[in-house]
T-cell receptor, first 112, second 110 residues
Framework: DSGVTQTPKHLITATGQRVTLRCSPR?????VYWYQQSLDQGLQFLIQ???????AKGNILERFSAQQFPDLHSELNLSSLELGDSALYFC???????????FGPGTRLLVL | GIQVEQSPPDLILQEGANSTLRCNFS?????LQWFHQNPWGQLINLFY???GTKQNGRLSATTVATERYSLLYISSSQTTDSGVYFC????????????FGKGTKLSVIP
């Protein structure tokens, strides 16, 4: 158990819908990262937050957005969902002053 | 951006055999991590090893940063070692994202 929690574990929805994925980092970790794992693209970095501020952006679509709240939990919002958004979404966190990332169990999203 | 190549892409082992997985990267790195993704999809941290050698039980890893490669050794493999092994690197000042290789899929058969 990495200490990073993600909810829900599984999500099935339809095209055009909007979903919210939630992540709670390890106690004391200020950085939260979101990654997407799909069959064709592999594991890709989406976005990073540090203590509530956006720190880095990767291959995140405009239909996707994220935020980190004062209690440091983070949410990834996916809207206007398409079949190709079906993937495993991971959240990771890292302690201040280190670069080691610890991954949560992931949310498996299926868009039908 | 930095390129990460892992080899071999697939590996089938008899239980009890040893194996070496390789990760090559195209630029200097600040961080290198090895992960095991089990059949349920969980990504488990194995090593944080931007340089040097570390051992944890039957697993060990070596990173030669000057030559831009890392090796993961699995000894006396067990069926529970099956899954996909990923190497991920972080490169560049102020860049904290991990870039993943495509992974090595390991199948250990009894």
């Amino acid at each position: 158990d990495s200490g990073v929690t993600q909810t829900p574990k599984h999500l099935i929805t339809a095209t055009g819908q909007r979903v919210t994925l939630r992540c709670s980092p390890r106690s004391g970790d200020l950085s939260v990262y979101w990654y997407q794992q799909s069959l064709d693209q592999g594991l890709q970095f989406l976005i990073q937050y540090y203590n509530g501020e956006e720190r880095a952006k990767g291959n995140i679509l405009e239909r996707f957005s994220a935020q980190q709240f004062p209690d440091l939990h983070s949410e990834l919002n996916l809207s206007s969902l398409e079949l190709g958004d079906s993937a495993l979404y991971f959240c990771a966190s890292s302690p201040p002053g280190t670069t080691t990332q610890y991954f949560g169990p992931g949310t498996r999203l299926l868009v039908l | 951006g930095i390129q990460v190549e892992q080899s071999p892409p697939d590996l089938i082992l008899q239980e009890g055999a040893n194996s070496t997985l390789r990760c090559n990267f195209s630029d200097s790195v600040n961080n290198l991590q090895w992960f095991h993704q089990n059949p349920w999809g969980q990504l488990i941290n194995l090593f944080y090893i931007p340089s040097g050698t570390k051992q944890n039980g039957r697993l060990s890893a070596t990173t030669v940063a000057t030559e831009r490669y890392s090796l993961l050794y699995i000894s006396s493999s067990q069926t529970t070692d099956s899954g996909v092994y990923f190497c991920a690197v972080q490169s560049g000042a102020g860049s904290y994202q991990l870039t993943f290789g495509k992974g090595t899929k390991l199948s250990v058969i009894p």
